[in-house]
């Protein structure tokens, strides 16, 4: 960390991030519902849930997705394409800054490019030309000391697109996990600098990787496919600290509801008797006012 940073108890941010070892994941969600986990709006018990948390007034005001975002970009120029190729994480992108002569080539999803340049060239088609002003933690890549409340301006210009971009469905159950993993950790080493946006992003894109499941069943009653059973293991024991990281970033934000929704998803679809989910979701109770789900 940055000198100037506060001093942290390394050993307690660890344990909040679930850096303990993980038990064997499951091959399907738990039977048991726990008491007060309702999944979702997928049954009425869920609907109800949701029309009874709307009612409960919750404590703090929770902030809207759009107030936390920091980017804002206006188009200079439009490439004369209509459509063209968009960029995404593993492509190569070659860039022009504030009209210097240099160009700049950096892969999207990595740590060197401020967060709104990354945000917006995904946007861009090449040759477009931009604008782009970031505020806060979108004014700064993850390699660069970050200082809140800061504001930064570019012209950004797309001169070209290279590589092959990440496709999930095309990737193996254990290159996922290793891409999940890697952006986990990321997440973690922002959380521990104070950014609290960029660790949320990491965690959501790390989480969305997880939401292929190969097929276990071989169409038979009793037959099972050992191999896709082990897969899917592998799969849940990936998803626990994503979603636990996730839901501790997000009460940090005070978003509560959504945060419970993280902790319901673990009991729901993991670990129905995991302490740090059922611990967090009753805290996010609490500030619901709903006491009797706490």
């Known amino acids: 960390l940055e000198k100037s940073a ?68 206006v188009f200079v120029k439009q490439a004369e394409q209509r459509f063209g190729t968009r960029a995404n994480d593993g492509n190569t992108v070659t860039l022009r800054l504030d009209g210097k002569p240099e160009e700049q080539t950096a892969e999207l999803g990595s740590t060197s490019l401020p967060w709104a340049i990354d945000a917006t060239v995904r946007k861009m088609k090449v040759g477009d030309i931009m604008d ?72 959501e894109r790390g989480s969305s990787l997880m939401d292929v499941l190969e097929a276990e069943e071989l169409g038979m009653p009793g037959k099972v496919n050992s191999e896709a059973a082990k897969k899917n293991q592998r799969i849940w024991q990936c998803q626990k600290p994503l979603l636990l990281n996730w839901a501790l970033v997000l009460m940090k934000l005070h978003r509560w509801e959504e945060a419970e929704r993280k902790c319901t998803e673990v009991l729901m679809d993991i670990d129905k008797l995991n302490v740090k989910a059922l611990f967090r979701r009753g805290q996010c109770n609490v500030q619901l006012r709903l006491p009797e789900q706490a």
């Not at 800061?150 to 193996?172: N, Y």
Request: glycine residues 8%.
């Open 6 to 73: 506060p001093q942290m108890d390394t050993e307690k941010v660890n344990a909040e991030m679930n850096e303990t070892p993980l038990a064997p994941g499951i091959k399907k969600a738990p039977a048991y519902m726990p008491p007060g986990a309702y999944p979702g709006d997928r049954t009425k018990i869920g609907k109800d849930y949701d029309n009874s948390s709307a009612a409960a007034a919750p404590v703090n005001e929770v902030p809207s997705r759009t107030d936390l975002v920091g980017v804002e970009t």
């Open 132 to 203: 782009v002003i970031g505020r806060g933690e979108h004014a700064f890549a993850d390699d660069e000391k970050f200082q809140p409340g800061q504001e930064r301006k570019w012209r950004v210009e797309f001169l070209s697109i290279g590589g092959k971009p990440l496709d999930k469905f095309a990737l193996s159950t254990d290159e996922r996990v290793d891409r999940a993993n890697e952006l986990r950790l990321r997440g973690n080493d922002m959380f521990k600098k104070g950014r609290l946006l960029r660790a949320f992003d990491y965690y």
